[in-house]
């Protein structure tokens, strides 16, 4: 591959400081978020950055002062958990690690000494940030790493506790008992870092209702998310071979399953296990009812999960479809057990549940299509659904508007309690289970203040999106959003400034992180110590706030000033529900309006092989290994033009290896017209050449203006290399090599922000003493359509006739092509203009039955060229070696009646 090319022109872009800029000019300052530094990145992260370089490159060539900086995430819990794993000798984390390590190191022995100081979190983050940052390097992208900081650092610890002081003043921030993800092994709350997929697989809180139906002594707690439905149970279920506890809560004794015990723990004050039973102990026995005291019985089911919820489940089989099977499965309890229906739906039956099952064919309540027929079962009675006469004082009323009323109800009338689990099975990064608790004076970030979310709606609407699909989908996340646990008790990060014991965690710390880029360098150039960031100092640099002894921070507050906001941020959907959306939260709090970011820009995820890249299926390609592998060039070009920015990207070798060959001609391309020099004579076919490459500059302008990449590397890249190899057909190799140097300049400028080392390289040798990254962006240029339009014209003509052969079978001899005289192009002009007088003019039933197909097929919509006999006998050498056949034009001899029938922009044709 290309590596040492590559790695030639990385070393003199670093050497030269080409990508620190200062502070002059018009800006651009561009962002991706910072990696977590936990271990080395693969092509899946490199997606984003990818983009946001050749985006850093594009606007840099346009003319722009572009920053483009970089840190590194190392807070939290997840390195935490890595190095306990590591010192408590883990032999599966160990060897995972030592596998990240051979990428980078080839001695065992240093190896083991690496992995020895992992047990110390730090060195972790240390170690994986300085070898994230080759990587990059090895990538060609153009960051400034004057700029690159880590979130443990004292300077950034004081950022932070800046932006949280003046979340609390805002009333933003406040202190309550909310249910929260949580780990009970690490003691800790636990957010989408912490918890395994969370980035891709979201792990939310979901509010069941644990209704209480009355058995012995106590009550048996049944979770259910459709509390309307309690009017028309008929049984609980219960899975006979899990465990149960009684416990004694809130004064009371509830029955629920052994794993639903050790969440109300966490849930309710003073928990305490009284005795365990296995399942089959309730089944045959009996509880009643909450509402009426209807006594129903317990019966045993094996669709139920002793780990979703409370373990028991109520039985509503009128609506539910896994009760109506599980008692078809048991003869409906030998015809005990009657459905009670409380949900009347238009144009359904009194049993909905029955209906759908038995349309379905579901055979035993173990066939997984139950779900997805539960849920569609759900949808239309919430929106469709009115309560039945028998549902107290909800009769009558639609089910979408009292919901929420009837469990207010229950929980009033001491019917049920709340329950609260997680949306997803889900363990930590360590593989420890992650439950929802209800942590008491946990501190919170509000995102349900109205005024914040006002503030918020109103920045989104001020910005650009890209795609601008995704304004509304952030407005859905700003609703939603609610009280966000913002502490951890462990971690690393930095110390809660208003409670001692808290770390604030991962999520975040990193909102409004973009603007420490901008003076991170400055602070350290000029000496500033961390403890001299007070709430003044950083006051008067991000907000303008001025005090005595603020000229020591003038540089600061000017390159601030100079920079901010972010005029694009760049990252994967995964980001919209958490990272994206808080730190538009952030930056409406804090900052004024011009100081809030302008724009954002989603990416779709990369898949490799069609699945999600995973270890196990041995599809995951680490960024380390790119350069040597394929070439960075290679890597960027494929993630650029594989799929639209904001759809799936696929890695699939075999498509990398089909566009390395294509690559390869560029290159062979360039190299053989090195030693060529441009012709002084230019011919028609080399203004063609000339103009399409002036029009596929143009367009691709247009595309990357929007920052759709992959539509203008279509057009440079693989169109133009479609038009050299048709203008090589016409002209021949040699000249094909002299007239490219003509435009050789412009393509290698027009293509380096995407494959910036080759374009380096090439520039050099075609004599430049400058770098390509640096120079200006080509412009168009003045097109002349009219010798684009001639070449399209004759293969258009081409076309026709090939068309004629195939279907008709002929194998020619000789082909007549005639080209509408000056009447005919008259007649077309004015039916342009008026197809009646057009028709008068009409001199014979040939002229009226040609005007009649010139409309029909709107030829004098065309880009027609006026001189069509001269561009055919111009091309006509090139016509009989396409057809290997002798091509007369306009001959006077017309063997088949054709040339008073031809059209303008359409010659006929005759073949013998």
Known sequence: MNSGLEKKW??????????????????FFITVPYPYANGPLHIGHGRAYTYGDVIARYMRMRGYNVLFPMAFHVTGTPILAIADSIRNNNSEMIELYRSYLR??????????????????????????????????????YSIDWRKRFHTAEPFYNKF?????????GMGYLKKGDYPITFSIVDGNPVGEDDIKDGDTNKVTIIEFLAVKFRFQDGYILAGTLRPETIFGVTN??????????????????????KEAFEKLCYQLYDVEKIEEYKGDYFVGKFAKEPIYGREIPILQARFVDPDNATGFVKSVPAHAPYDYVALRDINFWEGRIKPIPVIRVLDMGDLPAKEIVEKNGIKDQLDPRLDELSEEIYRLEFYHGIMGENCGIFSGKKVSEIKENVKDWMIQNNYAIKFYETSRKAVTRSGNKVIVAIVRGQWFLDYSNPEWKKKTHELIDSMNFYPPSFSSQFHDVVDWLRERPCVRRRGLGTNFPFEEGWIIESLSDSTIYTAFYTIIDILREMGIKPEELTEDVLDYIFLGKEFNGMERFKKARESFEYWYPVDLRVSSVAHLSNHFTFYLFHHAAIFERNKQPRGIMVLGMLISEGAKMSKSKGNVIPLATIAEKYSADLFRLYIITNADFDTVLDWRETEVRS??????????????????????DLRHMDYYLINIFRLRIKKAIEFMENYRFRDAMIEIFFNFLNDIRYYEKREGEVR?????RIIIDDWIRALAPVIPHLAEEYWHRLGHNTFVSLERYPEPGDIDFSVINSVNYVEEILEDIRNILKVSGINPKKIYIYTAGERMKHLMNLAKQDKS?????????????????????????KICPENEEEIIRNSIEYIKKELSCEVILN???????KRALALPCKPSIFIV
């Open 10 to 27: 990385q070393e003199q872009w670093k050497g030269k400081h080409i990508f620190e800029p200062s502070p002059d000019g018009k800006k």
């Open 103 to 140: 990428l980078y190191e080839n001695d065992d022995e240093k190896i083991d000494s690496i992995l020895e100081s992992f047990k110390d979190p730090k060195n972790i983050a240390l170690y994986f940030s300085e070898k994230i940052k080759k990587d990059f390097e090895t990538i060609g």
């Open 160 to 168: 932070v506790e800046w932006q949280y002081r003046k979340l609390r």
């Open 236 to 257: 609980i279920w219960v899975n006979p071979d899990a465990i149960y506890v009684k416990a004694r809560a809130n004064g009371e004794y509830f029955f629920v399953s």
């Open 659 to 680: 566009l390395d060959k294509k690559l390869e001609r560029f290159k062979s391309l360039i190299e053989e017209s090195l030693t060529y020099s441009a012709p002084t």
């Open 736 to 740: 094909r090599k002299q007239v490219l």
């Open 837 to 861: 007088r057009a028709f008068k003019e009409a001199r014979n039933k040939i002229e009226y039955s040609l005007l009649k197909q010139i409309i029909s097929q709107r030829l004098f919509d």
């Open 891 to 897: 001959s006077e001899e017309d063997p088949g009646n």
